[in-house]
């Protein structure tokens, strides 16, 4: 018991400097990248006329700089960028604890630091709130944790879809889709929560901004309905291991076809 605690632990992968310094600096930049970019869409559509405009451009924002991070480090960390998606893969032990406190370190720091240099490129009279996230005054802050919750909870669902060991095959689609399920939430409820799906997003603008009002919602929301998710997907949806016979590659297997045929015709 003690040997599988320590695996489930995780202390293997704090040790090996080389590979958990990667999967951290990964994790640092592609939050930083996410707020950035994304925050940067809400600044100019802040300056922008047009508010059903705006919200188009802020949901392609999002889901292109998704797309993009997951192609640039997703072999790297497995592209988490966001503490929900982390605690879907840490209750299904997919990573281990400390790696995954680790991740979610970085990608708090980086979201700050993205949100940071932000700040420092925008000029003042234009810098709003710099993408900060809050409950609209219509929504009351439990119905935001409900927006927020399944938003989360879609987000994840996605990911562990297209991340199956079990499903190779949806492997290179991965940052498309998952691109494409941020910028659809963005277009669903970014008027009712700013469309967080991720703590850590909303972290970086919070500490920047120094506004904390709701703040609960952006993390309650979207780590709950991530580990539903991610508990829903492995008991129910997880495809099954294929029955092939790994002993033989698909050339071997086919030759393997072949000669059967040459031996029934003979």
Known sequence: MAGGFKERLGIADITDKNGIWKCLLAEFIGTLLLNFFGCGSCVYAGNAPGAKSSQVLIALTFGLVIMAIVQIVGHVSGAHVNPAVTAGMLVTG?????????????????????????????????????????VAESVTPVQGFGVEFFLGFVLVLV?????????????????LVIGLTIAMGHLAAVDYTGSSMNPARTLGSAVIANEWENHWVYWLGPILGG????????????????????????????????????????
Do not use: W
Not at 159 to 175: I, L, T
Not at 231 to 257: C, G, H, I, T, W
């Open 94 to 134: 997919n990573i281990t604890i400390l790696k995954g406190l680790l991740y979610i370190i970085a990608q708090c720091v980086g979201s700050i630091t993205g949100s940071a240099i932000l700040k420092a490129l925008t000029p003042p009279e234009k810098a709003g709130s710099l993408g900060l996230t809050n």
């Open 159 to 175: 990911v562990f879809g297209v991340c199956d060991v079990n499903k190779p095959e949806s492997k290179g689609f991965a940052p």
């Open 227 to 266: 580990i539903a998710a991610a508990l829903l997907y492995k008991n129910a949806f997880a495809a099954p291991s294929a029955d092939v016979n790994m002993e033989y590659s698909p050339v071997q297997l086919k030759r393997l076809d072949n000669r059967k045929d040459e031996d029934g015709m003979a």
